[in-house]
């Protein structure tokens, strides 16, 4: 069965460093999406990505935050200065149609 | 009130039992409902994909949306140790917000055989 492949699984960064994490979404699908889920708290959207543009982002979802398809078929996140608050489960998700889309297992971002 | 609420649990059952979970929301311009599951340190899985108020059935999973009251429910028939995972609902209001999901907290389900 496809899956949506997502690189580190765990990544440990210094506050203030750079980050990009890494997803291959399935390859037919056409819509791109981050999630992080913090701690024992909820999963919440960051970004949806179709077309080559952003097509919604969540008050989350700031400067320090941002997203591109380098290449047709990754899918990356990166966060340009890294705080404390940003360690959670970054999940990545694609879908074909817009909807029921499926989730990468995650990188688990750690920021000391 | 926040959009999504759901009980967290967690919720614990012998195997066979018949599990309900639900979840409330506040959000008029919710029209698809899906139900997620998540092992432990994996990404939410699809289970049950809903469009407006009924009921929809697969296998041992049935999902249930009542719009006027603002109410989501899944039944777990015959419930297995395999079922043992966190549950979330996640509403969406289509339209511009197709792709965007609003989960709730989850309720954590253990089967015990």
């Known amino acids: 069965e496809p899956e949506v492949t997502q690189t580190p699984s765990h990544q440990v960064t210094q506050m203030g460093q750079e980050v990009i994490l890494r997803c291959v979404p399935i390859s037919n699908h056409l819509y791109f999406y981050w999630y992080r889920q913090i701690l024992g708290q909820k999963v919440e959207f960051l970004v949806s990505f179709y077309n080559n543009e952003i097509s919604e982002k969540s008050e989350i979802f700031d400067d320090q935050f941002s997203v591109e398809r380098p290449d047709g078929s990754n899918f990356t996140l990166k966060i340009r200065s890294t705080k404390l608050e940003d360690s959670a489960m970054y999940f990545c998700?694609?879908?074909?149609?817009?909807?029921?889309?499926?989730f990468g297992s995650g990188t688990r971002l750690t920021v000391v | 009130q926040k959009e999504v609420e759901q009980d967290p649990g967690p919720l614990s059952v012998p195997e066979g039992a018949i599990v309900s979970l639900n979840c409330t929301y506040s959000?008029?311009?919710?029209?698809?409902f899906m139900w997620y599951r998540q092992y432990s340190r994996k990404g939410p899985e699809l289970l049950m994909y809903t469009y407006s108020s009924g009921n929809k059935e697969d296998g041992r999973f049935t999902a249930q949306v009542d719009k006027s009251s603002k109410y989501i429910s899944l039944f777990i028939r015959d419930s297995q140790p395999s079922d043992s995972a966190t549950y979330l609902c996640?509403?969406?209001?289509?339209?511009?917000?197709?792709?965007?999901?609003?989960f709730g907290q989850g309720t954590i389900l253990t089967v015990h055989p």
């Open positions: 996640a509403p969406n209001a289509g339209g511009t917000s197709y792709g965007k999901l609003t």
């Open positions: 998700a694609s879908s074909r149609t817009g909807s029921g889309y499926t």
């Open positions: 959000n008029s311009a919710f029209q698809y």
